[in-house]
């Protein structure tokens, strides 16, 4: 098996053009359609935590330590802090979370996980292993590790600045 490699890469074919694209053959559709149906997965076994889709995320960001301000999560999670906002009034209003502001600059508002949002957290993960696996059943260890590699391959050749 192939192992991806990560390195700055060369110019190789196009694979797509416009006179022949079709939709369902494009990587980016079929991403989408895994991203809706992990979503979709995902959303259907946090009910009982009463979490959405998109609620879990900035919980868990703030478990790991990733972050600790709306700011923060909302580049985290690559939505507007408007968005955020007012997801953290409903994860505050649910007695998830609580904002402090900073003793040392009082423009600063820290978000803390309240025991009830420690507790709706501690479960997410297994949560998702399980969604993450039922789509992944069938593979083999050294497949998952190819596509992760691929993927990681493909964010960084987006990330690149494009050709003038």
């Avoid at 809706?36 to 919980?59: G, K, V």
Wanted: charged share 25%.
């Amino acid at each position: 098996m192939v192992t991806p490699s990560r390195a700055a890469p060369r110019h190789g074919p196009d694979f797509y053009a416009g006179d022949d694209y079709v939709i369902d053959e494009s990587y980016g559709y079929l991403v989408r359609r895994l991203h809706a149906s992990l979503q979709r997965h995902i959303e259907r076994r946090m009910q009982p935590l009463d979490l959405t889709a998109m609620q879990w995320a900035p919980l868990l960001l703030l478990a790991e330590g990733k972050a600790d301000t709306g700011a923060e999560l909302a580049r985290w999670m690559n939505i507007d802090t408007g968005a955020m906002t007012r997801m953290l009034d409903r994860l505050e209003g649910k007695g998830l979370l609580e904002r402090r502001r900073c003793a040392a600059d009082r423009r600063v508002v820290r978000l803390i996980l309240t025991s009830e949002g420690e507790a709706a957290v501690a479960r997410v993960p297994a949560i998702l292993a399980e969604v993450l696996n039922l789509h992944l059943a069938g593979f083999e260890a050294a497949e998952l590790s190819t596509l992760m590699g691929y993927l990681h391959r493909m964010l960084d050749n987006g990330a690149r600045e494009e050709p003038a």
